[in-house]
Every structure is written in C-alpha cells, then in structure tokens.
C-alpha cells in the first residue's frame, strides 16, 4: 500500500461546485474575481447551491427567505445564557448551538432533497444570528433581531453592533463573506462530506465541519494572524519577530496553503480592504506589518499569503473581537458545507479509506494476571 501523508494530491470526489485550477478558484464556472468584484453574499449562495446565477426575482426571493429564517429558536438563546460565555471559544460555541438547532428542527431527520434544501436556508440564515447573539450575550447585552431589509452582510454586522453598518463596512463583510464562501475540498468540506455519507444528517455535518474549520491550521489561523500582529505590536519588530518564530521552527500563522503555491487568488482582495481600512482607522500599522511579513517569508521560504492573513486586518480594523474572526469564517463557509452535502446526498457512496498499518507485530495473548 501507498500512503500520502495528508492526503496531499489526492482526489478523492468529483464536485462541481468549486475549483482550483492554476491557481485559479472558480464558484460553478464563475471566476473569485468576477464574484467578489460584482456580486453579492446572496446571490454567491445561490450560486454555490444550484450551480447557476439567479435572476432578479429568484434573486429577490432567496434574500427574504434567509432573512425570514435568521430568527434563532428561543432553545438556542436559552443554551446560550446557561454556561459562561467567557471562558468558551465561540467557534466551541457555535458548534454545540448548530447541534442544538437540530434538536429544534421536526425535518432534522428527514432526508428527501426538499428538506434538505430546506433545512440549508434555515443553518445558513441562522449562523450569522447564533454568532452576533453569543458576541453580544457575553458583554451583557441583548440579542438583537435581524432586519428584513437588511443585505446578510449588513444584517451580520448590525446584529453585532446594534447599528446599521456604513456602505465601507456592508461592502467588506460582504465580500469577505464572498471570498470564504467555498473551496473545493478543504479540510471541514471533507469532514462535513465524510459525514454525511453516512447518510447522517445535515446538522451533524455542519457541526462537524465546524469542528474542523476550528483548528489552527485551517480557519482559525485567522485569529492567530491577529494574534501575531498584536504581540509585534509595532513596524520595527515584524521582521524580527519572524525570524526568531522560523528559527525556533514554528509556523507564521496564515501563509503557506496546501493547494496554492504562488498565491492563493482571494488574498490581493483582502490585502486592497485592509490597506484601505487601516487608513480609515488610521492605524496603518496593520497593514504595514502585514507586507512585511508576508514579503519576508515569501521571500525566504516561497510561502504565500493565504486567505486568512490579511482577514485579520481587515476584521480588525471593523472593530470585531479577534475570537470572532473564525466564526465569521464559518459563517460563510456554511454555504459552501451545504453545497458539498447536497451533493454528496445526490450521488452518495460511504467514504472509507484504508491505512497502512505499521503497528506492532501480530502479539500472542498474555492473561491479565502474567503480564
Ligand atoms: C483557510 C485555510 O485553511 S488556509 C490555511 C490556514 N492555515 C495557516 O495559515 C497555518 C499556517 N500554515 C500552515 O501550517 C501550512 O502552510 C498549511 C497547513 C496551510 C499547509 O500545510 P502543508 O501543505 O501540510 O504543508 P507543510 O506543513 O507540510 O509545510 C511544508 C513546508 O513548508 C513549511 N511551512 C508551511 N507553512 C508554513 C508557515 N506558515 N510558516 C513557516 N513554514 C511553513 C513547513 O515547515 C514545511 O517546511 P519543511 O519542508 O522545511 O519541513
Ligand atoms: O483549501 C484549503 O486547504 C484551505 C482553504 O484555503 C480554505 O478552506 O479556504
């Protein structure tokens, strides 16, 4: 047996519904480039899950059926007022939360496609509200209900703030929210599609996911780009800093990436929101850190940036706690998990592996009281 460490070059599906290809990531055909520079949240979910655009009018009636769907069940405030909130992660949080929605919901179980398609509105309006409402239930403040007029990327912020966001700040949600939406089969899409090929349910596979997007290496590389930014503090001391990080062999958070080698295509979009934040904040520090330390490592081990390094800036300088970084990744990627679990359910086959064992030789069997 041959084994690939990681799973790296494998192709383990086939998927329309996103691609990497030459560096290159498409939605359904649609270039990122084309998406982030005209499109909105909404209609990219769309996209992600019927493989086409939406006219006007479907277009019209998608935005009223998430936005009719983002109020949570009084069970998922309940849960979130019974622990405390500042000793938990929120992406712990919004795990267990997604797990509690199924509770709640009669078509948890049932498997049909409508459902399905069904129970999908529901997880991918309700994310954005469990996140805001645990941001805001752990300072001590009241939930805030959704507005219907309200863009997703809008409504996101203004459940968090208590305010409606300004045109700058709608406009970088949404496209941030756009650039994570979907891709290909990275770690939390094989979860939530290991999964469900089980023919487990919809909420178990968005809850695993999370779970996944969680770790380090993968969207919570995000918080610890921030993280980094912070304990350097100042322009003088990035260099510095990573060098003594590379020398002591420990990554820097947010560069490197699996699949792309030279340059991940959604990050120039970030690098443009975070310059352009950051001078709204006037706090280009940032932004200044950031080019450092991306053009040192590229330029000394041929890592790129990757989606979430400049994330972090951008994220920042719109006043959003760091912790929540992830869980707004998740709120977007929700639509790319359902997508890859519709299609799963469509053409499903039990995904099973085989490993190599390289354990002990076969043992004889001693008895409990001669060993
Ligand atoms: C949305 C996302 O999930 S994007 C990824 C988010 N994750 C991060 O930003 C965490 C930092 N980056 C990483 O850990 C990695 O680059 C990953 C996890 C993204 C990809 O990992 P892999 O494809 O398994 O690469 P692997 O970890 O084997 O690294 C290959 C080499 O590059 C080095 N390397 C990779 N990333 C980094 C990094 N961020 N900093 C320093 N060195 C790195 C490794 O040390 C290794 O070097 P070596 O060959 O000298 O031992
Ligand atoms: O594809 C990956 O391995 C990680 C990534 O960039 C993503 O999930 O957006």
Known sequence: ???????????????SVSSIINDQLTYAGYTIDDLAENSSFEEVVFLLWNLRLPNQSELDQFKHDLSINMTLPEAVIDHLHSYDLSTVHPMAALRSAVSILGLHDDEADVMEQASNKRKAVRLQAKIATIVTAFARIRKGKEPIQPKENLSFAANFLYMLNGE????IEEEAINKALILHADHELNASTFTARVCVATLSDIYSGVTAAIGALKGPLHGGANERVMEMLTDIGDEDRAIPYVKEKMAN???????????????DPRAKYLKRMSKELTKITEQPKWYNMSVSIEDYIKEEK???ANVDFYSASVYHSLGIDHDLFTPI???SRVSGWLAHILEQYDNNRLIRPRS?????ETQTY????NR
Request: hydrophobic share 35%; proline share 8%.
């Open 366 to 369: 001693i008895p409990i009281e």
């Open 302 to 304: 041929g890592l790129p």
């Open 1 to 15: 047996m041959s084994t690939a460490k990681g799973l790296e070059g494998i192709v383990a599906t086939q998927s």
């Open 164 to 167: 409606k966001p300004k045109d």
């Open 356 to 360: 190599e064992y390289v354990g002990p």
């Open 329 to 331: 990744f998740a709120t």
């Open 249 to 263: 062999q420990e990554k820097i958070m947010g560069m490197g990436h699996r699949v792309y080698k030279n340059g």
